[in-house]
C-alpha cells in the first residue's frame, strides 16, 4: 500500500483554513474597535511525502516455506525410496559408559522432548532402542561394532528399505566427529504393526506366501497404506571432543538425533538449530525454537503418505507452526 499527500492537495487545505480564519475575524470586528494589524506570515512549507509499503502475507507465507524445505532439504535423511521415519507411540532410551547421574540426565533430556511429541519414554529397565556410548576411542569402537554383525547395521544389507546404504555406513565407521549415529527403520503394516516388506530370512519356496501380504485401504497416488517405524538407533559419543559444550546442549542435541533422521553432513548454518553445535557451541544453550517445531512436525503429519506427499504436510505443519507462534 502507498499513500501520499500531494503539495497541491496541502496548499488546498492551507487556503481554506486561511479563508475560514479571516472570515471569523471579520465578525468579530463587527463588534469590537478595531485591533492593530498583524504581521503577515508565510505559509509553512509542506513536508516531504511519506511512502508507506507494506507485504501481502501470502508473500511471507511463500517465503517462510520456502526456507522450510531447504531446512528439511538440508537436515532430514530418510532411508532412499521411503517416507520420514518415527518411533511408534513410545521409545526406550538407554546410556553407557558415563556416570549414573550423567546418564540419567541425558536419559532424561531426549525423553523431555520424547514426551512434548506424544511419545511414551521407556519405563528403567526397558531394553534401549535408542543407545548412546560414551567412548575415548569412539572411531574403533565404530568401527569394531560394524564388523562384528554388519547385518546388525544393514538388515536385508541395505536392500530393503530399512537403513541407508554400506557406503554411509564406512562413514559412520570413519568419522572424526564429536558424535556419530547409525539409524535403522522398518516399513510396516499399520493394521496389525508387522513387518512389511519381505527380508532374505523369509521363506520363498512358495512364491504366493514369501512376505508379508498388505492390505491397503483406499489406494491411491498419495497413499502407500504402510508407515515407516524406527527400529534401533545407535550414537557414539567422543567424549574427548567435547570441549566448550554442558551437558544441557549435548542433551538436547542427542534428543533431535534420538527422534528423527537427520543428516550428518547436513549444512545447518544458516538456521537457528542446536545442530550446529560443534560448529559454535556459544550460540546455544540448548534446544531452540526452531528445533522444537521441526521435530513436532514430525510426529504429526500423515505417515500412510507417499513421502513427497509427507514432505508437503511436513512444510504445513511446521510453517502452522512458525505463524501460530508469530500471532502470540
Given at each position: 500500500m502507498v499513500s501520499r499527500l500531494?503539495?497541491?492537495?496541502?496548499?488546498l487545505a492551507l487556503a481554506a483554513s486561511a479563508?475560514?480564519?479571516?472570515?471569523?475575524?471579520a465578525q468579530d470586528a463587527a463588534r469590537t474597535a478595531p485591533a492593530a494589524a498583524q504581521p503577515k506570515t508565510d505559509a509553512p512549507?509542506?513536508?516531504d511525502e511519506v511512502v508507506v509499503r507494506g507485504r501481502r502475507m501470502s508473500e511471507v507465507e511463500n517465503e517462510l516455506r520456502i526456507y522450510i524445505q531447504k531446512f528439511i532439504g538440508s537436515v532430514a535423511a530418510p532411508v532412499p525410496g521411503r517416507g520420514?521415519?518415527?518411533?511408534h507411540e513410545h521409545v526406550c532410551v538407554g546410556v553407557n559408559n558415563l556416570q549414573t547421574d550423567a546418564a540419567q540426565y541425558i536419559v532424561d533430556r531426549i525423553s523431555a522432548l520424547a514426551l512434548e511429541v506424544g511419545l511414551e519414554p521407556g519405563e528403567p529397565g526397558?531394553?534401549?532402542?535408542?543407545?548412546?556410548?560414551?567412548?575415548?576411542?569412539?572411531?574403533?569402537l565404530a568401527t569394531n561394532l560394524v564388523k562384528k554383525d554388519k547385518r546388525a547395521f544393514l538388515p536385508g544389507m541395505g536392500l530393503s528399505g530399512t537403513a541407508l546404504d554400506r557406503d554411509k555406513l564406512d562413514e559412520f565407521a570413519n568419522s572424526d566427529k564429536p558424535v556419530r549415529w547409525w539409524q535403522t527403520s522398518m516399513p510396516?503394516?499399520?493394521h496389525n504393526g508387522q513387518r512389511a516388506i519381505r527380508m532374505q530370512q523369509d521363506d520363498c519356496s512358495d512364491s504366493l506366501n514369501c512376505?508379508?501380504?498388505i492390505n491397503v485401504e483406499g489406494p491411491s497416488r498419495i497413499h502407500s497404506g504402510t508407515r515407516d517405524d524406527f527400529r534401533q538407533i545407535i550414537i557414539i559419543v567422543?567424549?574427548?571432543k567435547l570441549h566448550g559444550t554442558t551437558w544441557q546442549q549435548l542433551g538436547d542435541y542427542l534428543a533431535v538425533i534420538s527422534l528423527a533422521q537427520v543428516n550428518p553432513d547436513g549444512d545447518t548454518s544458516a538456521f537457528d538449530s542446536i545442530l550446529n553445535l560443534f560448529k559454535n557451541p556459544a550460540a546455544y544453550s540448548g534446544l531452540t525454537d526452531w528445533d522444537r517445531s521441526y521435530v513436532k512436525a514430525l510426529y504429526k503429519f500423515d505417515q500412510e503418505r507417499n513421502p513427497f506427499m509427507q514432505q508437503v504436510d511436513l512444510v504445513s505443519v511446521m510453517a502452522t507452526q512458525q505463524r501460530d507462534r508469530a500471532q502470540k
Amino acid at each position: 500500500m502507498v499513500s501520499r499527500l500531494s503539495k497541491h492537495a496541502i496548499g488546498l487545505a492551507l487556503a481554506a483554513s486561511a479563508l475560514l480564519a479571516a472570515a471569523v475575524a471579520a465578525q468579530d470586528a463587527a463588534r469590537t474597535a478595531p485591533a492593530a494589524a498583524q504581521p503577515k506570515t508565510d505559509a509553512p512549507l509542506p513536508q516531504d511525502e511519506v511512502v508507506v509499503r507494506g507485504r501481502r502475507m501470502s508473500e511471507v507465507e511463500n517465503e517462510l516455506r520456502i526456507y522450510i524445505q531447504k531446512f528439511i532439504g538440508s537436515v532430514a535423511a530418510p532411508v532412499p525410496g521411503r517416507g520420514f521415519a518415527r518411533w511408534h507411540e513410545h521409545v526406550c532410551v538407554g546410556v553407557n559408559n558415563l556416570q549414573t547421574d550423567a546418564a540419567q540426565y541425558i536419559v532424561d533430556r531426549i525423553s523431555a522432548l520424547a514426551l512434548e511429541v506424544g511419545l511414551e519414554p521407556g519405563e528403567p529397565g526397558c531394553t534401549p532402542e535408542v543407545l548412546v556410548v560414551f567412548a575415548t576411542n569412539a572411531k574403533e569402537l565404530a568401527t569394531n561394532l560394524v564388523k562384528k554383525d554388519k547385518r546388525a547395521f544393514l538388515p536385508g544389507m541395505g536392500l530393503s528399505g530399512t537403513a541407508l546404504d554400506r557406503d554411509k555406513l564406512d562413514e559412520f565407521a570413519n568419522s572424526d566427529k564429536p558424535v556419530r549415529w547409525w539409524q535403522t527403520s522398518m516399513p510396516i503394516d499399520p493394521h496389525n504393526g508387522q513387518r512389511a516388506i519381505r527380508m532374505q530370512q523369509d521363506d520363498c519356496s512358495d512364491s504366493l506366501n514369501c512376505g508379508p501380504w498388505i492390505n491397503v485401504e483406499g489406494p491411491s497416488r498419495i497413499h502407500s497404506g504402510t508407515r515407516d517405524d524406527f527400529r534401533q538407533i545407535i550414537i557414539i559419543v567422543d567424549g574427548t571432543k567435547l570441549h566448550g559444550t554442558t551437558w544441557q546442549q549435548l542433551g538436547d542435541y542427542l534428543a533431535v538425533i534420538s527422534l528423527a533422521q537427520v543428516n550428518p553432513d547436513g549444512d545447518t548454518s544458516a538456521f537457528d538449530s542446536i545442530l550446529n553445535l560443534f560448529k559454535n557451541p556459544a550460540a546455544y544453550s540448548g534446544l531452540t525454537d526452531w528445533d522444537r517445531s521441526y521435530v513436532k512436525a514430525l510426529y504429526k503429519f500423515d505417515q500412510e503418505r507417499n513421502p513427497f506427499m509427507q514432505q508437503v504436510d511436513l512444510v504445513s505443519v511446521m510453517a502452522t507452526q512458525q505463524r501460530d507462534r508469530a500471532q502470540k
